[in-house]
């Protein structure tokens, strides 16, 4: 109040410093709320992205996948089941261990699926339908392996075929299995199609960025001005700071997207290729087998074949879900890019006070 | 004031914890029902169920598969049925009732109409007793099949037999005269359907039995009374093996061929068969048929004949659908599916296969002079016979069905397979 009653009394330098205190006192609020409209539009969108990128890693896609390794389990168990009896060793083993081995995996992925949860009610349902025809599959399986073991291999080829039946007919145990994957797969594409991974959605936040640097380089000519000082230090360092921290977080976030982008239009199609042509090679050999031809216990599930791609898809949704800790750092940034703002600002005021 | 709000905050906590059965009666609302019926059957329910969602706002999630009965054991033994469910024995209806499983479905239903609507014996079929002990309604039938039922193409079936199988006063012995003219296959004949495979087979033996041996004695056999053993029921099984024989390729072709597509060969040119029993159900498979058949036209059927003229029986069977969980929604379809309005919905499709029990269905709303003719069979009956197998204990109903595949197999062992019934009867009906 001092200041300004001294700059009152100064004659025409006094009147425009008295119009400069209120400006000034203008500047530091616009500043302050562009900086926190920045953290706003740069934060939502970093988070969502994040949200999604984290549901579609970690419940989407396993449960996606979930459902193809399920599908792929119970094919190759079934080509299994029909090797062992074709080749007469169900005579003494039954089915066989491969089949009993699929059989646990497929359990494994539906009880996963169900942890999961991704496919809502409608697949809590479908999933409960699938554990039912399970056991009535086994059921089959077993009563034609009773069946073949008595000495009556045509009723256990029958039992067989129902079995295998119950597992392809349209309503059946894999159509059903395809239904959740198909729920899981959408799940996945409404991530992949989502505007918080979108560069569309860096839009926003670019206009506050540029409106909020405009805005202080106005601020740093109006100072220079008005005070005769050629440069506002902490303004220039707020400038750099708030350039620097843009083009880092974009950054970031369009590395994410991007990575996420490529993850699932590329590493996710190559891994569930190799699923699809597991599924196809299993499903070839029961249909030859069940026709009379022979089929070699090759092709069919193989877990490991499928890991390098694995492995590709898993390090694509990491560098996705790799922001650097911009969660954490971007509020600070914020932080330093107001507080020199206002620093800046509040030197300009204090020689009022001054 | 503040009661009713503590009370309103209480429900929605219970409702949104599962403790309590909370589907509403209204628009929002919805009931999850399991059933058996698949492809042009499912299309037939969900015609039913349109009429419902149209007229109540209540969404229906319905899930179809072959295997409902054990999905529906499976969802019953992890704590979660659906609301309501179709069985397809009153055994299993018994069973779930006694059990406590099945909810009573007595306040569901409009006891003036339906004694209206419904006849005594129909709705006999509807009630079981209770886990106290005390008799309720526990199902509706969705719809009902005439059983004892043998379809032909009337095109193509020769003139000679044509005339025998139109003739008044049909009997088995004529029937048999006639066919055996017909070549080396004569019968079409089917027993696969995934987990229920050679309930075909437990039809034909049903509708031998009831016409050889007559009603009293069916009903002995299915009460449980009457041995495997026994002349009466050897004698049926002998009658069906004839037949089987004479159905061609051996046993593999009957054990491997599905019950729906054992007909089809009725149609081709020349016939690979000309009779096929089936229920009337079997209407809607062969409308699927690549060659478009017409019923009336291209296919028609005529009664299980009697072993002696003018002694006719029918065996009929029907879809249940009980109530699992007690909704405010799940009454509400249950009401709605015993009306007349909603059995139309089915019935009236072209080669839908469903017949309705409901009285008050006119036979001018069938759509065909097949379906027709099969709803005046089956509504003017004289002695009618529900399905035996789907009315024994659910064991001896496997039991039974698993046996006629070990039979078709291999004839011979015809007395290893009665013996082995025998004593499933004997611990199945405690």
Known sequence: MVASATVVTAGAAGRRSWRLYPRLRLMLGTAMVLTALLWIAVTVPLLEARTTIAFTRDRAIPSYLGALTAHAALSDADRSAWLSFRSGEAQLIGPGQRYQDDITTAGQNLEHLAELDTAGPEGRQLLRAVNGQLVTYQGLVEQADASYREGDRPLGFAYLTYATTSLHNPGGLLSRVDQIGELDHRAVLSGQNSVWVRPGVLLLPAIVAVLLLGFLVLVQVYVALGFRRTINLPLVAACVLLTGLTAGAFGAMIHSGQAFQTAESRALPALTGIWQAQIGGADAGTTALRAGRTAGSSGGLDVAATEPAQQRLDSGLAAAANTGGLVVVLPLLVLGVAGLAALGLQLRLHEFRG | ?430
């Open chain 2, 1 to 430: 004031m503040r009661l009713v709000k503590l009370k309103a905050l209480v429900l929605v906590l219970l409702c949104g914890s599962g403790a309590v059965s909370c589907g509403g009666s209204g628009s929002g609302a919805s009931v999850t029902v399991l059933g058996p019926w698949t492809a042009p059957e499912e299309a037939g329910f969900r015609a039913m169920l349109a009429g419902f969602e149209k007229q109540t706002g209540i969404r229906v999630d319905y899930t179809g598969t072959r295997d409902a009965d054990s999905v529906l054991a499976s969802e019953i033994q992890n704590g979660k049925p659906p609301d309501a469910a179709v069985l397809a024995t009153p055994g299993e209806l018994r069973q779930y009732a006694a059990a406590g499983t099945l909810r009573p479905i007595d306040g569901a239903l409009d006891q003036a109409r339906m004694a209206a609507e419904y006849g005594p014996g129909v709705r006999d079929l509807m009630t079981a007793t209770g886990p106290s002990g005390t008799p309720h309604s526990y199902g509706i039938i969705v719809k009902a099949a005439l059983k004892s039922v043998i379809w032909y193409d009337p095109k193509r079936l020769p003139p000679s037999v044509s005339a025998v199988l139109t003739a008044r006063g049909l009997t088995w012995d004529r029937l048999i005269g006639a066919v055996a003219g017909l070549g080396t296959r004569p019968w079409c004949m089917g027993m696969a359907d995934t987990s229920n495979s050679g309930w075909p087979g437990t039809d034909w033996i049903e509708d031998l039995l009831l016409h050889q041996s007559g009603p009293r004695a069916y009903d002995q056999w299915v009460a449980g009374r009457l041995p495997w053993t026994s002349g009466q029921v050897r004698q049926a099984w002998q009658a069906f093996g004839a037949v089987a024989a004479r159905a061609g390729g051996g046993p593999g072709p009957i054990l491997l061929t599905n019950f729906g597509s054992a007909g089809a060969p009725m149609f081709t040119a020349p016939p690979g068969c000309f009779l096929d029993h089936e229920g009337s159900f079997i209407a809607a498979d062969y409308a699927n048929d690549p060659t478009s058949p017409r019923p009336g036209t291209d296919f028609d059927f005529v009664p299980f004949p009697p072993v002696q003229a003018g002694q006719g029986a029918e065996e009929i069977a029907g879809d249940l659908l009980g109530m699992f969980r007690d909704t405010p929604a799940a009454r509400k379809l249950i009401g709605y599916l015993t009306t007349p309005a909603a059995q139309q919905a089915w019935i009236r499709r072209p080669a839908g296969g469903a017949i309705s029990m409901n009285r008050a269905v006119p036979l001018s709303d069938y759509p065909d002079p097949v379906s027709r003719k099969i709803a005046d069979n089956l509504t003017h009956a004289g002695t009618v016979r529900f399905d035996g197998s789907d009315s024994m204990p659910h064991v001896m109903s496997s039991a039974f069905q698993h046996a006629v595949l070990e039979y078709l197999s291999d004839p011979g062992k015809l007395d290893v397979v009665l013996t082995a019934l025998d004593k499933v009867r004997q611990s199945a009906y405690r």
